[in-house]
């Protein structure tokens, strides 16, 4: 099968051709099963064909495959807004509109905050990853490979150091940068929003220091900035609740959502304060194909799924699975180059490290390729792209799992 035609500006980091999948096993076009620690970069939290996502979208494509929701409102979408503005545990009354994407969420969270502030200043953070659409890749806190070779990107954007234990980076230290950013490089008073993920995923599965949250959220108050919450990985049960921003004590203004949302198809949602998202112009928001139905019916599906009890339960499992494994390989230990655990609940990085504690890609590359050949597929992350970022299904099944963990560790031991 010729890739040809495909552009090669697309980077791949498992060089085969998927042919199907079922709950956390896929397999490809010659019959080869793998465990799927990938789990399509965190949207598929129920697993590869969940039954009652599937069913979902059958039903939907025999009744109606689109309408453009601006042209003419169709109930999944109404449907959904509500159940999902209620599945947001804030405090007060919550709207939003859907998008094709958690990128494209990003982009009108931009035009709801200059609307609502009339500011256009955004402070995003080190590591961030907020999409690769034009906007979105000034947010994101790398250069390489996202901002390369694209020009001027829209701004202005400012960049302050993530604190996180995860990374060495303390809430005294983030708090100073922000202080010296204020006093050297932009008045306050011109900054519309603070954007910023509870876990980056892209950054390494860094877990957000809360003391800095509630610090951020009290400066954001006082300062009449607003402040963005990136859930578009880290939501809906990838840390064990609904969304990772409640572990850290406060309610965003705004919320941005993907990946997970309905289950393997395409939608993304932005969602917070009523009065935000209804203060630009009639058709300043909107989209083609944005809340599409067949998209909707699978988010419903998904929310159905995703009960607090069943996400509590998912991500302790997963999450005392792998800490106990971790914990057993630092003790034996495992490979030299071990480093540290990252994140939290089910959403969990192993750092690769050489003995200084420098990170180590090239091992991580050569950990991707032997664990694929043994049947486990693994995602890279991190701004040296040295940290696994484990993203199993939540759904996945526990000798699955276990056995996915077996052939990281009988891949770890080889690692030269």
């Known amino acids: 099968?010729?890739?040809?035609?495909?552009?090669?500006?697309?980077?791949?980091?498992?060089?085969?051709?998927?042919?199907?999948g079922k709950n956390a096993e896929v397999w490809d076009t010659t019959g080869k099963r793998y465990i799927?620690?990938?789990?399509?970069?965190?949207?598929?939290?129920?697993?590869?064909?969940?039954?009652?996502?599937?069913?979902?979208?059958?039903?939907?494509?025999?009744?109606?495959?689109?309408?453009?929701?601006?042209?003419a409102p169709h109930a999944p979408y109404i449907e959904l807004m509500d159940r999902l503005c209620a599945f947001i545990p804030v405090d007060y009354a919550v709207s939003g509109m859907l998008t094709n994407s958690g990128a494209e969420a990003a982009e009108n969270?931009?035009?709801?905050?200059?609307?609502?502030?009339?500011?256009?200043?955004?402070?995003?953070?080190?590591?961030?990853?907020?999409?690769?659409?034009?906007?979105?890749?000034?947010?994101?806190?790398?250069?390489?490979?996202?901002?390369?070779?694209?020009?001027?990107?829209?701004?202005?954007?400012?960049?302050?150091?993530?604190?996180?234990?995860?990374?060495?980076?303390?809430?005294?230290?983030?708090l100073k940068a922000m202080d010296r950013l204020?006093?050297?490089?932009?008045?306050?008073?011109?900054?519309?929003?603070?954007?910023?993920?509870?876990?980056q995923g892209e950054g390494g599965f860094l877990a957000l220091d809360i003391e800095f949250a509630k610090a951020l959220r009290r400066f954001c108050d006082e300062n009449n900035i607003l402040l963005i919450v990136d859930e578009i990985q880290s939501g809906f049960g990838r840390t064990g609740q609904r969304f990772a921003f409640s572990r850290l004590g406060i309610e965003p203004d705004l919320i941005l959502l993907g990946k997970s949302i309905a289950g393997g198809v395409p939608l993304g949602a932005v969602v917070g304060?009523?009065?935000?998202?209804?203060?630009?112009?009639?058709?300043?928001?909107?989209?083609?194909?944005?809340?599409?139905?067949?998209?909707?019916?699978?988010?419903?599906?998904?929310?159905?799924?995703?009960?607090?009890?069943?996400l509590k339960t998912w991500g302790s499992q997963q999450e005392a699975a792998?800490?106990?494994?971790?914990?057993?390989?630092?003790?034996?230990?495992?490979?030299?180059?071990?480093?540290?655990l990252t994140g939290v609940g089910a959403m969990r990085g192993?750092?690769?490290?050489?003995?200084?504690?420098?990170?180590?890609?090239?091992?991580?590359?050569?950990?991707?390729?032997?664990?694929?050949?043994?049947?486990?597929?693994?995602?890279?992350?991190?701004k040296s792209r040295h940290i696994i970022r484990l993203l199993a299904p939540l759904t996945t099944e526990p000798a699955v799992l276990e056995q996915g963990l077996d052939i990281l560790e009988a891949c770890l031991k080889q690692l030269p």
Not at 45 to 54: A, E, I, M, S
Not at 117 to 139: P, Q, W
């Open 36 to 71: 799927d620690f990938v789990g399509g970069i965190g949207v598929l939290n129920l697993g590869h064909c969940h039954p009652g996502v599937v069913e979902a979208i059958r039903e939907q494509a025999t009744r109606l495959t689109h309408y453009a929701f601006n042209a």
């Open 182 to 199: 204020f006093s050297v490089e932009i008045d306050v008073n011109d900054v519309a929003c603070f954007i910023i993920e509870p876990v």
């Open 350 to 382: 192993i750092e690769l490290a050489h003995a200084d504690g420098t990170p180590a890609p090239q091992q991580l590359t050569q950990l991707l390729s032997l664990a694929r050949e043994a049947g486990l597929l693994l995602m890279p992350s991190g």
């Open 273 to 310: 304060r009523k009065a935000l998202l209804d203060n630009l112009p009639k058709g300043g928001l909107g989209g083609t194909y944005s809340g599409n139905p067949i998209a909707c019916a699978a988010a419903l599906a998904t929310l159905d799924a995703m009960t607090d009890a069943q």
């Open 1 to 20: 099968m010729s890739r040809e035609t495909i552009s090669q500006s697309i980077s791949i980091v498992h060089p085969i051709s998927l042919s199907h």
């Open 322 to 340: 792998i800490v106990s494994r971790y914990t057993a390989w630092r003790e034996q230990p495992l490979s030299p180059y071990l480093g540290r």
């Open 109 to 174: 969270a931009l035009k709801i905050v200059r609307g609502a502030t009339g500011r256009t200043a955004v402070i995003a953070f080190d590591g961030a990853f907020h999409g690769r659409t034009l906007a979105t890749l000034n947010l994101n806190g790398k250069v390489a490979p996202y901002k390369q070779k694209v020009g001027v990107l829209p701004g202005p954007v400012y960049h302050l150091p993530y604190p996180s234990a995860d990374n060495g980076v303390t809430c005294a230290e983030a």
